[in-house]
């Protein structure tokens, strides 16, 4: 059980902004291996970090204009405590290993979230795509996520509307789905959608974010929330995508990272505008599933078999599964 001194330590960490998680890893690696605990590596001098551990100019520039606002940190601490929000430093055992093993250096140093943290140990699909879906990737999205969701799998994905929403709101239709919200700003902005509100039992959802607690939305949040649901996933359906746009960089980091990929198949002439980049996921190797309306129409077998070899990957320790699809897969993405 962290104490309350260590907790705001986690907080402050995340309050240097603009030092790279990297960076912060790297620092309290080295102090660890001097038997130093990050409180004690937080509160030496400036001379004794860049003496003893010769500390990155950047980071010690953030040190110095993030002191520690006593007042500000205790008052992030209470509200977290209020709204039973908990949080997991990198450095912490209970820290996903499919994370670290995923995003390696770029891992969040502190992680803050709001749920039932055993969801984090299922198997899980992240579920990626347009906002501005069509009616039939809305309807296709909830019948996969419910139909993933009935056999223990979580479904992972942001909280925009379109197809985020639809896909929690699939895993929650499920006796025992579980479903992870990933965010791109802190976890005390956390606003559930009006589809969502009423399903949100903290026994069935898990809400996640890597951002100072009380930040806003920006940009390159969203971008680093894309790379976080992907390491949060055994598999990335891209319901539907665009030939740019926040679902491409989901795809690009499945494919770094080895993991599974598929997307609906629209019947010639039918694709919709927001699935026109759905066809050139076939020569990255995806897996390509039909459009359905209900959960008992999914034809999972193949899906399931991708998501369950890659879950059996990290839980062995392979840093990047191999689904034996994309490694053979030709093409430039779009």
Request: proline share 6%; glycine share 8%; net charge negative.
């Amino acid at each position: 059980m962290a104490t309350n001194e260590q907790r705001r330590d986690w907080i402050r960490i995340s309050l240097c902004d603009g030092v790279r998680p990297e960076t912060w890893l790297y620092a309290l690696e080295t102090a660890k291996a001097a038997d130093v605990d990050p409180h004690e590596f937080l509160t030496l001098s400036h001379l004794q970090r860049e003496r003893t551990f010769h500390t990155p100019e950047g980071l010690e520039r953030a040190l110095q204009q993030h002191p520690g606002d006593t007042k500000r940190i205790d008052q992030l601490l209470d509200a977290l405590d209020r709204h039973d929000i908990w949080m997991i430093p990198a450095w912490d055992e209970h820290y996903p290993d499919v994370v670290r093993q995923c995003m390696g250096a770029q891992a969040p140093p502190v992680l803050y979230c709001w749920g039932d943290r055993r969801i984090l140990s299922r198997a899980a699909l992240a579920m990626v795509g347009a906002s501005e879906a069509s009616a039939s990737g809305l309807t296709a999205a909830q019948a996969y996520a419910e139909a993933v969701a009935a056999r223990k799998i979580a479904v992972v994905s942001g909280l925009a509307r379109g197809i985020d929403t639809a896909s929690h709101q699939g895993a929650l239709a499920a006796d025992e789905g579980a479903t992870i919200a990933v965010l791109p700003h802190g976890i005390l902005r956390l606003a559930w959608p009006d589809e969502l509100a009423g399903d949100a039992d903290p026994s069935r959802v898990l809400a996640v974010s890597s951002w100072p607690p009380d930040h806003g939305w920006e940009s390159r949040y969203a971008v680093e929330r894309n790379k976080l649901i992907v390491a949060l996933s055994d598999g990335v359906f891209a319901v539907e995508t665009g030939l740019t746009g926040g679902t491409t960089y989901s795809v690009r980091e499945a494919r770094r990272t080895h993991k599974p990929l598929m997307t609906l198949e629209y019947a010639k002439g039918e694709t919709p505008p927001s699935a026109v980049g759905n066809h050139s996921l076939r020569a990255l190797g995806a897996r390509m599933l039909p459009v359905i309306q209900h959960a008992a129409e999914a034809p999972l077998q193949g899906l399931l078999e991708d998501v369950d070899r890659q879950y059996k990957c990290r839980k062995s320790g392979v840093p990047w599964g191999d689904s034996g699809r994309a490694d053979d897969a030709q093409g430039e993405l779009f």
